[in-house]
């Protein structure tokens, strides 16, 4: 899940509008599989939009497969394609 900018977005208002409160500009979240009757996500927060560049999108899923690994668990495969940049 790639959310470039928390003060434009308008998927989840009430979440952009909390994110925004807290400082939180930009999120992305790389879904990790536990299973079939489990799930999470290791998620990135930062103080600037548009900060999760497709580099960053590729290091962070190389991250979050070394912690499923870790874990001995597989990482899903995210369908991560970057908005547009405004």
């Not at 989840?12 to 992305?28: E, F, I, N, Q």
């Not at 996500?41 to 590729?58: C, S, V």
């Not at 912690?67 to 597989?74: I, P, Q, R, V």
Request: proline share 6%; net charge negative; charged share 20%.
């Amino acid at each position: 899940m790639l959310l470039s900018d928390a003060g434009t977005d308008q998927r989840w208002p009430k979440y952009c509008k909390d994110l925004s409160l807290a400082g939180v500009r930009s999120v992305l979240g790389v879904p990790l599989s536990l299973g079939a009757d489990s799930a999470a996500a290791l998620n990135f927060f930062a103080t600037e939009a548009g900060l999760f560049t497709d580099e960053a999108i590729k290091e962070a899923v190389v991250f979050a497969n070394i912690a499923a690994d870790a874990e001995g668990l597989h990482c899903a495969s995210p369908q991560l394609t970057p908005s547009p940049r405004t």
